[in-house]
């Protein structure tokens, strides 16, 4: 089956940097990566995705880039706020099933 | 909009209670329904993966008859957490995708807070 490293596990910036949060994944075959935030006992919320065909995808100050020759894609947050802080998850899609990394704890200092 | 409710938020029972958890699509029709189980401070495990009509696949390791699953319909599914012990105690998250659409998106719950006494 699909297995999702994410790294780092905890990240702390200073507010207006940037943050990044990387992952690389197992299997050839999936196509479909998403990125989700997790507020501290709440559900998590799909915040942009990338599929195997675009190699970078915008949103405002979310960006996702993917490389799947080498098996990985990374999360880019530009000019970081305290709401930002949270837990970010990575997700690898093989056959309509997510199987997701650990988790980013992103914490904003102001 | 893609909205997908859980209830109830919280529960506490007993130990050797069932206890049954529902996700709704409130707002669009759900090919596929899955379900996940969250321990504090960690990623989210899939348990199984429902369609409607048929039955659920569960993953390698957790128990089709402890937890079971009923998608009734295309805007409901149903977790039932048998005979529960503390070691159930945990955040239940389920997540949809919609139908006719692109069937990869999957739109989450608020999940259920299980505690077993």
């Known amino acids: 089956g699909e297995n999702v490293e994410q790294h780092p596990s905890t990240l702390s910036v200073q507010e207006g940097d940037s943050a990044v949060i990387k992952c690389t994944y197992s299997?050839?075959?999936?196509?479909?990566f998403p990125w989700y935030k997790q507020e501290l006992g709440k559900r998590p919320q799909l915040i942009i995705d990338i599929r195997s065909n675009v190699g970078e995808k915008k949103d405002q100050r979310i960006a996702v880039t993917l490389n799947k020759t080498a098996k990985h894609f990374s999360l880019h947050i530009t000019e970081t706020q305290p709401e930002d802080s949270a837990v970010y998850f990575c997700?690898?899609?093989?056959?309509?099933?997510?199987?997701f990394g650990a988790g980013t704890t992103v914490t904003v200092r102001a | 909009g893609a909205v997908v409710s859980q209830h109830p938020s919280r529960v506490i029972c007993k130990s050797g209670t069932s206890v049954k958890i529902e996700c709704r699509s409130l707002?669009?029709?759900?090919?596929?329904m899955f379900w996940y189980r969250q321990f504090p401070k960690q990623s989210l495990m899939l348990m199984a993966t429902?369609?409607?009509?048929?039955?659920?696949?569960?993953e390698q390791g957790v128990e089709k008859d402890k937890f079971l699953i009923n998608h009734a319909s295309l805007t409901l599914s149903t977790l039932t957490v048998t005979s529960a012990h503390p070691e159930d105690s945990s955040f239940y998250i389920c997540s949809a995708s919609k139908r006719g659409a692109s069937t990869d998106t999957q739109y989450f719950g608020p999940g259920t807070r299980l505690t077993v006494l």
């Open positions: 429902s369609n409607e009509g048929s039955k659920a696949t569960y």
């Open positions: 997700a690898a899609d093989n056959d309509y099933k997510l199987s």
């Open positions: 299997d050839s075959a999936s196509n479909y």
């Open positions: 707002d669009f029709q759900a090919t596929t």
